[in-house]
């Protein structure tokens, strides 16, 4: 069965700061990696999605995430965070069977 | 985008009672949609996968007679919390994977908050 590791589970930051945030999976086979963010009190969107090609992924707002097989790890950054990044965020892999594994979540706040 | 609805968004209820959430996929056509249960400050805990009409399958641990899934369109899933107790209360949230996102891309509904008295 896979499984997700997210490394921190509160993150506080001054605005533009740099940000990485760390995932890791366990998992032998073909995976599928995804970076979902969630606002205060509003429902799941997809940051970014891995499925294969370049492993450093470019998503919305700046953010980016590079897949390292080797290191089973597919870790979030942002060079410079802004007060609205503030929110959770979950790593995520699926494998072909479409089923999502979720991370426990990071909790970002950016200070302004 | 692909865009899934729930409804309700927010339910309190008695306990004992039945409660139905609809999850519906508004722009394309769902062949399989998960079933996901968010408890505050926590990650989504997969409950189920359910598929168009066919039986769901429900993760280790979920009672399948007490949380009824059922598939019955390409647009439209429904869970239905037999007998609620006041532990049921949570965020229950859907998503869809289907024809519109083409490689095991799922979205996700806005959820329903769960309140049982």
């Known amino acids: 069965a896979q499984s997700v590791s997210q490394h921190n589970h509160h993150v506080i930051l001054s605005e533009a700061a740099s940000l990485e945030l760390g995932c890791n999976y366990s998992y032998g086979g073909t995976v599928n990696l995804f970076w979902y963010v969630q606002y205060p009190g509003q429902h799941l969107q997809l940051l970014l999605k891995y499925f294969s090609g370049d492993p450093l992924v470019k998503g919305i707002k700046g953010f980016e995430a590079e897949f390292i097989k080797s290191k089973f790890s597919f870790n979030l950054r942002k060079p410079s965070v802004q007060w609205s990044d503030t929110a959770e965020y979950f790593c995520?892999?699926?494998?072909?069977?479409?089923?999502?594994?979720f991370g426990d979540g990071t909790t970002l706040t950016v200070k302004p | 985008g692909a865009v899934v609805s729930q409804h309700p968004s927010w339910v309190i209820c008695k306990s004992g009672t039945s409660v139905k959430i609809e999850c519906r996929s508004l722009d394309f056509q769902a062949t399989t949609m998960f079933w996901y249960r968010q408890f505050p400050k926590q990650s989504l805990m997969l409950m189920a996968t359910?598929?168009?009409?066919?039986?769901?399958?429900?993760e280790q641990g979920v009672e399948k007679d007490k949380f009824l899934i059922n598939h019955a369109s390409l647009t439209l899933s429904t869970l239905t919390v037999t007998s609620a107790h006041p532990e049921d209360s949570s965020f229950y949230i859907c998503?869809?994977?289907?024809?519109?996102?083409?490689?095991?891309?799922?979205?996700f509904g806005p959820g329903t908050r769960l309140t049982v008295l």
């Open positions: 995520a892999v699926n494998t072909n069977a479409g089923k999502s594994t």
């Open positions: 998503s869809a994977l289907g024809s519109y996102s083409g490689d095991n891309e799922q979205f």
């Open positions: 359910s598929n168009e009409g066919s039986k769901a399958t429900y």
